[in-house]
């Protein structure tokens, strides 16, 4: 009899044994699958937000020139709720700017940067104004900046010399270039002579 009982305890540890580890090893497969899934849902976020920065960064159209001492290029670009937030920022978030833009958002904004590529220019550091003439199938484009810094970032492709101009839905208020539109990018009436050019910007390849 006691034999028996004693068989009949032994078999029960057994069991109670081998259903703790089956436990134990379903816990461990399920932490092996939950970590697979957190792992492959970061990689999804990831790819979602690569593809994401992508279509933030991607360029609708450019258009480029050079001459001897400049390199210019105007870029067409998908308006952005980034963009809206640096409206934000620069003129308030009660301001007519800001306002405006979240009634009426625009499609597109014009994105234009010079890049002097010459020699040292001697009295550069005492240039403290620019303007710039951006034209675009007739349609004129100003920008100036005021002081040394501003001017040497302007000249040094730091400066966006169409901030400002959208492209909205419909044609009739804001006509995007194409690839014919004619494009001048110009400076003129400065005392540095290098200073003053044309350059005729064209679709890029």
Same mark, same amino acid.
């Given at each position: 009899m006691k034999k028996l009982i004693l068989m009949l305890v032994l078999t029960a540890m057994t069991l109670t044994a081998c259903g703790q580890k089956n436990n134990e090893n379903n816990m461990d497969n399920i932490e092996k699958t939950n970590n697979v899934a957190n792992v492959e849902n970061e990689s999804i976020n990831l790819n979602d937000k690569e593809k994401i920065d992508n279509q933030t960064d991607a360029s609708f !159209? $450019?258009?480029?020139?050079?001459? +001897?001492?400049?390199?210019?290029?105007?870029?067409? /670009?998908?308006?952005?709720?980034?963009?809206?937030?640096?409206?934000?920022?620069?003129?308030?978030?009660?301001? !007519? $700017?800001?306002?405006?833009?979240? +009634?009426?958002?625009?499609?597109?904004?014009?994105? /234009?940067?010079?890049?002097y590529t010459g020699d040292t220019v001697e009295g550069i550091q005492d240039v403290d104004e620019i303007k710039y003439t951006i034209t675009i199938d007739g349609e004129d484009i100003t920008s100036e900046f005021f002081g040394n810094r501003q001017v040497m970032e302007s000249l040094l492709s730091k400066r966006n010399l169409s901030h400002g101009k959208y492209y909205y839905k419909d044609s009739e208020r804001s006509q995007a270039p194409t690839d014919s539109s004619e494009i001048l990018l110009k400076s003129e009436g400065n005392a540095i002579d290098v200073l003053n050019f044309e350059i005729k910007l064209n679709k890029a390849n």
């Open positions: !159209d $450019e258009f480029t020139g050079s001459i +001897d001492n400049f390199n210019a290029i105007l870029k067409i /670009t998908p308006f952005t709720n980034a963009d809206l937030e640096d409206v934000k920022n620069e003129f308030g978030e009660n301001s !007519d $700017e800001y306002l405006c833009l979240q +009634d009426d958002r625009p499609l597109y904004k014009l994105e /234009t940067y010079l890049n």
